[in-house]
Nanobody, 128 residues
Framework: QVQLVESGGGLVQAGGALRISCVAS????????MGWFRQAPGKEREFVAA????????EYADSVKGRFTISRDSTKNTVYLQMNTLKPEDTAVYYC?????????????????????WGQGTQVTVSS
């Protein structure tokens, strides 16, 4: 079993920055990609960003392009999401996910069903 633990969420003012992390552990951890999704109250969980472990290619939701950056540290089995210029509409629970399936197209890593493991989430609140 794979465990994903997010950390680093909190309360920040609009225009501020926050970095959240996700550490993967459990059996011999090997996945092809990691993703960040978020879910605001009353809304569906939506894709935010994804990164391949090998090569580091990334994908972003249009709503966060230019403001958020996803990165990974393979030596620590850790993925980060640096969030800059935060807006109140970024307020949500942010979930980390790991994909055990290889897809040649990054598109599939922007979909919830492209992932096999999920963390418990970390709350990010942006005040106006």
């Amino acid at each position: 079993q794979v465990q994903l633990v997010e950390s680093g969420g909190g309360l920040v003012q609009a225009g501020g920055a926050l970095r959240i992390s996700c550490v993967a552990s459990g059996r011999t951890f090997r996945s092809y990609a990691m993703g960040w999704f978020r879910q605001a109250p009353g809304k569906e969980r939506e894709f935010v960003a994804a990164i391949r472990w090998s090569g580091g290619s990334t994908e972003y939701a249009d709503s966060v392009k230019g403001r958020f950056t996803i990165s990974r540290d393979s030596t620590k089995n850790t993925v980060y999401l640096q969030m800059n210029t935060l807006k109140p509409e970024d307020t949500a629970v942010y979930y980390c996910a790991a994909a055990d399936t290889y897809y040649s197209q990054n598109y599939y890593y922007t979909r919830r069903n492209g992932y096999d493991y999920w963390g418990q989430g970390t709350q990010v609140t942006v005040s106006s």
